[in-house]
């Protein structure tokens, strides 16, 4: 699905994340992005873009987006079978 927000109340940066990470949150959430509601959560969301996931909440009530979490998409993975050196490999 595509998440969208015309208007954006604000972020709530609950864990301290770089403000790089929130100033491209916000700018996903007022351009679109590829989203998938939680299952057993209303108003719960898994934002992606091309490397990353992000976790949010929308207030129903006030509009707010609370960032809960973020990680590097399942496409990229650390290979550490050499214990010499690890590498990152990604396939976009």
Same mark, same amino acid.
């Given at each position: 699905?595509?998440?969208?927000?015309?208007?954006?109340?604000?972020?709530?940066?609950?864990?301290?994340?770089?403000?790089?990470? !929130?100033?491209?949150?916000? =700018?996903?959430?007022?351009?679109? *992005?590829?989203?998938?509601?939680?299952? +057993?959560?209303?108003?719960?969301?898994?934002?992606?873009?091309?490397?990353?996931?992000?976790?949010?909440?929308?207030?129903? !009530?006030? *509009? +707010?987006?609370?960032?809960?979490?973020?990680?590097?998409?399942?496409?990229?993975?650390?290979?550490?079978?050499? =214990?010499?050196?690890?590498?990152?490999?990604?396939?976009?």
């Amino acid at each position: 699905m595509l998440l969208r927000l015309e208007h954006l109340s604000g972020v709530d940066n609950a864990r301290n994340y770089p403000p790089e990470m !929130i100033k491209e949150l916000e =700018q996903m959430l007022l351009a679109g *992005g590829s989203a998938s509601p939680d299952p +057993r959560r209303k108003h719960f969301y898994d934002l992606e873009n091309r490397d990353r996931t992000f976790f949010i909440h929308i207030s129903p !009530i006030t *509009g +707010r987006v609370l960032l809960l979490a973020v990680w590097l998409r399942p496409s990229c993975a650390v290979d550490l079978t050499d =214990q010499d050196e690890a590498s990152l490999h990604c396939t976009a």
